[in-house]
């Protein structure tokens, strides 16, 4: 099928179910950005959506459907973003149009597209995507840094809305692995100019610190446990979480998976596994860059968490769903359609019947989640969900334990590891 054909039918299902489960009550905070007023003061920075809003509202004032409508607008360029980011990665159109399609209709993010506070997250990432798409059309382009320039601009716009894609710039150099090798060192450049811009914009605007946010943990040996045990564990959790989330709501299935000892289990074993089919190309395999990548826009959503005082207590919902994955799941949209395009071209799909029975089973996986599973209620902002007389959210972290313990495992797979290449390298000088 072609994208001109495969496109609008992803669009179609996507807007279904996002029609379905929206709703058209204004939050508090809602209303604020309506007005100008950014709810907190950790979303100061936040210019170009605040914008966006009060000229919206300004135009045909606080018109709910306008607002839902325009959000739906930009996750829709989002997901051709994706559909097309993805062919051009992984030279793959089965995969891309997975991964659009995943991308698209996904109960996990759906409230980032519900939750009209949450715009600044879907914003953010249409300038992210835009400036990867960028990158990409310059690394084959003559007049790469004219290409490059608009990246630039496209990413410092991006952090003016959501501080999530501090960390994009990692993607424009380990993307470049898979290509010639010289392009490294242009990408190597983009790369660290970009994120020099970034590191600026947020120790000079963002500014954190202001508001007792102690930075000096990162620096801790808890925030290496931290980010170690979440990285790969975080990316397999979502995997697995996103088919389950249109059989059950999947708040309690992250809960247990996000716990440290889940949590902690699956990195050692990918760890081991990954040891255990160790080899060395030339080149950066794809799933190594793909891991860098997702590692790269989820360390902002670890850091938050691991920084977030202990007086803070947010609802579990709110840290488990939502705007928190949404970037993310652009890289997760393209491992899941990857691994769908591999099953579908293997030797168990070689008869049509069986191919059928999936696309059937994926539609029926698709209507119970629009017309029984969920209802707009599930996807609402806190303020409007809870009401004003909601008691104290009960204080949930996973971040918590014998972190020396479990780093000490993570050092014996380290350990394997180097032995591991230290026997390669010498039997290739052989």
Same mark, same amino acid.
């Given at each position: ?79 051709? &973003? ?17 991964? *659009? ?110 508001? *007792? ?54 990195? &050692? ?57 949404? &970037? ?41 989640? &629009? ?60």
């Amino acid at each position: 099928m072609k994208p001109a054909v495969i496109l609008p039918i992803i669009l179609v299902l996507g807007f279904a179910f996002f029609a379905h489960n929206a709703h058209l009550q204004l939050a508090s905070d809602d209303i604020g950005w309506l007005h100008g007023q950014t709810p907190t003061v950790f979303d100061e920075y936040r210019v170009i959506p605040r914008l966006l809003f009060t000229g919206l509202y300004g135009s045909i004032g606080p018109n709910v459907i306008a607002i839902l409508a325009m959000i739906f607008f930009f996750h829709s360029l989002n997901t051709v &973003l994706v559909y097309v980011l993805a062919a051009s990665f992984l030279r793959n159109r089965l995969a891309a149009a997975m991964a *659009g399609c995943i991308f698209m209709i996904n109960p996990i993010t759906l409230s980032t597209l519900t939750w009209i506070s949450c715009f600044s997250y879907v914003l953010g990432t249409t300038f992210a995507l835009t400036a990867l798409f960028l990158f990409s059309k310059g690394k084959d382009s003559p007049r790469k840094w004219a290409w490059w320039a608009g990246c630039m601009a496209c990413y410092g716009a991006g952090l003016l809305c959501c501080h999530e894609i501090l960390f994009l710039p990692v993607l424009f150099f380990v993307w470049s692995w898979l290509g010639e090798t010289e392009q490294l060192k242009p990408a190597g450049w983009l790369s660290g100019l970009a994120m020099l811009l970034g590191l600026l914009v947020n120790f000079l605007f963002y500014r954190f610190d202001r508001f *007792g946010i102690e930075t000096g943990q990162l620096f801790s040996l808890g925030f290496m446990a931290a980010f170690a045990s979440s990285v790969l564990s975080f990316g397999l959790i979502l995997i697995v979480a996103y088919p389950i989330s249109f059989f059950v709501p999947p708040i309690p299935f992250l809960t247990n998976a996000f716990s440290e000892p889940v949590r902690w289990g699956l990195t &050692l074993a990918l760890l081991a596994a990954g040891v255990s089919l160790f080899k060395f190309r030339k080149q950066a395999p794809l799933w190594l860059v793909l891991v860098l990548s997702f590692t790269a826009l989820i360390t902002p959503y670890i850091i938050r968490f691991y920084l977030m005082p202990a007086s803070v207590n947010y609802d579990i919902s709110y840290v488990l769903s939502g705007r928190v994955f949404y &970037l993310p799941f652009v890289i997760l949209a393209l491992v899941e359609g990857m691994l769908l395009s591999n099953l579908f071209q293997s030797r168990f799909m070689q008869g049509r019947v069986v191919g059928w029975l999936l696309a059937l089973a994926a539609m029926g996986a698709y209507l119970y989640a &629009l017309l029984i599973l969920y209802s707009p209620r599930d996807f609402m902002g806190l303020s409007v969900l809870h009401g004003g007389d909601q008691s104290p959210p009960v204080s949930w972290n996973p971040y918590r334990g014998n972190q020396a313990a479990w780093l000490a495992s993570l050092g014996l797979i380290a350990i394997m590891a180097g032995v591991r290449i230290y026997f390669y390298y010498r039997k290739k000088s052989k």
